[in-house]
């Protein structure tokens, strides 16, 4: 597909989500869907959990201090937003941050798969357990984090979340350490 015709494909897949009343509750208290942004043919998809205030308010992911974190790893692997697509799983903002229910993450499943299908992405990278939880299931993030994982034909790589590493020294280190292997693992994929 044409790059063209794959920003095209995304824009019918958000307005098909905005139609669907996909999490009624969420949606209602939502200011805007919060879509994903970023090349639609990227090679490297990266998935977070749900916006939080800032990403509702703007309408584009990880904008806010974990964004911020995001952007910086991203230049250390000589990558910048526009090379890369983000989205979350669950795509309106849960009331006051809260962690996603898991029927939040169930619904909007089908319309990961389909935003994953239209990228075609040579790596998916989770950011934090809830990606990961619904893409490789049964997997504990603390014991595989920063290992490439093949499932289903499409290669994954578990990482911590940028959020939970903020305020914390060791995390960080482990989440820089980690994002360090993504040019090697695109390169042998
Ligand atoms: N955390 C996420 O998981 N996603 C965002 O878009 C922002 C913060």
Not at 85 to 112: G, S
Not at 133 to 147: A, F, M, N, T, Y
Request: glycine share 8%; charged share 25%.
């Amino acid at each position: 597909m044409a790059e063209a015709t794959q920003q095209q494909a995304l824009d019918e897949l958000q307005a098909k989500i905005e139609a669907s009343g996909v999490t009624p509750e969420l949606q209602s208290q939502a200011t805007q869907l919060v879509f994903g942004v970023g090349s639609p043919d990227a090679d490297i998809l990266f998935i977070g959990e749900a916006p939080g205030k800032n990403e509702d308010l703007k309408g584009e992911p990880f904008i806010g201090a974990a964004g911020k974190f995001l952007n910086e790893m991203l230049e250390t692997i000589g990558l910048t937003r526009e090379d890369i697509y983000i989205t979350n799983i669950v795509k309106y903002r849960p009331p006051n941050n809260r962690d996603p229910l898991p029927e939040e993450k169930e619904a909007f499943l089908p319309y990961l798969h389909e935003q994953i299908n239209i990228i075609k992405p040579k790596l998916i990278v989770t950011l934090g357990r809830h990606s990961m939880d619904v893409l490789l299931p049964g997997l504990k993030i603390s014991e595989v984090h920063g290992q490439p994982k093949r499932h289903k034909g499409q290669i994954y790589l578990p990482l911590f979340h940028p959020a939970a590493a903020l305020y914390n020294g060791a995390m960080r280190q482990t989440l820089i350490d980690d994002f360090s292997l993504i040019p090697t693992i695109v390169e042998k994929i």
